[in-house]
């Protein structure tokens, strides 16, 4: 499956941003699905997860209550809604596809760019 995340952007804090990631080749509802993010001098952090059909998903803390991932396998798209960002959530966030059976996310987007100004 290849992964391409768009939708990040600067906002300033209090505001808004959805992600998307949108997947092709392989059936998309054949894949576990996470956000990632990673901020300059800090290791990549799974910030979210959603399950094959939707009906599961996690959260990191951080994010508890302002964050939303969704999934619409029928548009080969994954989303992140992001509410009342924050400075600390500035970071390069990627998208990411697993199979199930494996624990290791092998798939990977190539990132896009979120800034939140204070």
């Known amino acids: 499956v290849q992964l391409q995340a768009s939708g990040g952007g600067l906002v300033q804090a209090g505001g808004s941003l959805r992600l998307s990631c949108v997947a092709s080749g392989r059936t998309f509802s054949s894949y576990y699905m996470g956000w990632f993010r990673q901020s300059p001098g800090k290791e990549r952090e799974l910030v979210a997860t959603i399950s094959r059909f939707g009906s599961n998903t996690y959260y990191v803390d951080s994010v508890k209550g302002r964050f939303t991932t969704s999934r619409d396998n029928a548009k080969n798209t994954m989303y992140l809604q992001m509410n009342t960002l924050q400075p600390g959530d500035t970071a390069v966030y990627y998208c990411?596809?697993?199979?199930?059976?494996?624990?290791?996310?092998?798939?990977w987007g190539q990132g896009t760019l979120v800034t939140v100004s204070s």
């Open positions: 990411a596809a697993r199979l199930g059976g494996s624990e290791a996310y092998a798939y």
